[in-house]
């Protein structure tokens, strides 16, 4: 076999002359260039970006997954705060309901003015418009209904929680004064045996000056106190026997005389109808009675203008 190669500069030519060994080491040598390419190209590990889009996939998938079973979690929580808030949204409104009747009843027992306390009514508000304020010349925002819904019902509940506390304070005061109200009579059985004023003394027969009245009754009666208020006195005192004295308080006192036993102490918070002590004939008595007496700013007054009088 002859080869001849042929300079294109000089138009020089070079011939070579192969043997059979050489032509067979040749042809394998050309057969095997196409096949180890081949081979080669099968082995070579894949490219950084085919490697890059797979891995990516992957992980964006994954991610998405992630993000649907979030999406689901918040949605189910979202659901489920839901119906609570409706839940409780129910229970505010059956508590306003009572809170309206009960102060409608209040306002009633109280009997206060119609119109002053208005429980069933949505609660009167306003005020002036504030200027230069940023953003006030912007649309309003409007929350959802539903919060609109829940901020409405706590104003009312904090209006009539308000109004209340104000009516319990009237009814508290009010009802102080009714217990420092003195009317009625000490004692709980029995009938008046001596008025207020001039009468024959049953001990010296002399004209003397009588300033109380005196209750007779069966031994151990009841003798209660006609108004409420604080013991100043609770044992013996001359001519008065076992004497209990209260104090009213805006200048009144009130004493209960001859009694056979006494029920409080000194210092001692009565109340309007409380037993003070027992009907005796202790001190300079002729009997079973009660001497009662109604002190105005330390003066005595006639007690039957107070045993007259009815309760507030």
Same mark, same amino acid.
């Given at each position: ?138 649309? %309003? ?161 006639? %007690? ?9």
């Amino acid at each position: 076999m002859k080869v001849i190669l042929v300079n294109d500069r000089g138009g020089v030519s070079r011939s070579f002359n192969f043997g059979g060994l050489s032509k067979a080491l040749l042809g394998l040598c050309l057969l095997g260039l196409p096949v180890g390419a081949f081979f080669i190209g099968a082995n070579l590990p894949a490219t950084e970006s085919d490697v890059f889009d797979s891995r990516a996939v992957k992980a964006w998938n994954k991610a998405l997954r992630k993000q649907q079973d979030q999406i689901s979690d918040a949605d189910q929580q979202a659901r489920e705060q839901l119906t609570a808030l409706t839940v409780k949204l129910a229970e505010l409104q059956g508590r306003l309901t009572r809170l309206d009747a009960l102060g409608e009843r209040l306002t009633t027992i109280a009997k206060l003015d119609e119109g002053e306390f208005q429980f069933g009514a949505t609660p009167a508000v306003g005020g002036p418009e504030e200027s230069g304020i940023a953003g006030a010349g912007d649309l %309003p925002y409007h929350p959802p209904e539903f919060l609109e819904v829940i901020g409405d019902l706590s104003d009312q509940i904090e209006d009539r929680q308000m109004q209340l506390q104000t009516l319990d304070s009237l009814m508290s005061r009010q009802q102080l004064q009714d217990e420092q109200f003195i009317a009625g009579r000490p004692i709980t059985r029995g009938w008046m045996s001596s008025r207020y004023g001039y009468r024959t003394d049953p001990f010296s027969g002399r004209r003397s000056w009588h300033k109380g009245v005196d209750f007779a009754g069966k031994r151990g009666s009841d003798v209660v106190s006609v108004a409420a208020g604080v013991v100043t006195w609770a044992e013996d005192r001359y001519g008065y026997g076992q004497l209990v004295e209260i104090n009213h308080g805006n200048g009144y006192k009130t004493r209960y005389g001859h009694n056979s036993e006494i029920k409080v102490k000194l210092g001692d918070i009565v109340k309007k109808g409380q037993v003070i002590a027992l009907m005796g004939s202790s001190g300079r008595s002729t009997g079973p009675h009660v001497h009662f007496e109604v002190y105005k700013n330390d003066r005595p007054v006639d %007690p039957a203008s107070y045993i007259r009088r009815t309760g507030r």
